[in-house]
Nanobody, 124 residues
Framework: QVQLVESGGGLVQAGDSLSLSCAAS????????MGWFRQAPGKEREFVAA????????YYADSVKGRFTISRDNAENTVYLQMNSLKPEDTAVYYC?????????????????WGQGTQVTVSL
């Protein structure tokens, strides 16, 4: 079993930066594809970014490409999401997820483990 705990959310202004962290515990962290998803009020959960087990491959949603960076530190069992140039439309609850595969996954139903989420609010 894997437990995921996100941190780092908060209230920022448009154009600001914010860094999210996701600490994993349980099974060997390095075998998992890790991803970030988000869900805004009244909307479905959407893919944000994913990173392979080695960190050598990443994939981003078009809406965040060039602004967000996903990374991981397997020694620290932690995955990060650096968010720059934040926009009001980035406001959502952000979820960390783990998939029981070393390969990239971008669909929520392909992930096996989820954190509880952290709120990110971007004001004008």
């Amino acid at each position: 079993q894997v437990q995921l705990v996100e941190s780092g959310g908060g209230l920022v202004q448009a154009g600001d930066s914010l860094s999210l962290s996701c600490a994993a515990s349980g099974r060997t962290f390095s075998i998992y594809c890790m991803g970030w998803f988000r869900q805004a009020p009244g909307k479905e959960r959407e893919f944000v970014a994913a990173i392979s087990w080695s960190g050598g491959s990443t994939y981003y949603a078009d809406s965040v490409k060039g602004r967000f960076t996903i990374s991981r530190d397997n020694a620290e069992n932690t995955v990060y999401l650096q968010m720059n140039s934040l926009k009001p439309e980035d406001t959502a609850v952000y979820y960390c997820a783990g998939a029981d595969t070393p390969y990239l996954r971008i669909s929520a139903d392909q992930y096996d483990y989820w954190g509880q989420g952290t709120q990110v609010t971007v004001s004008l």
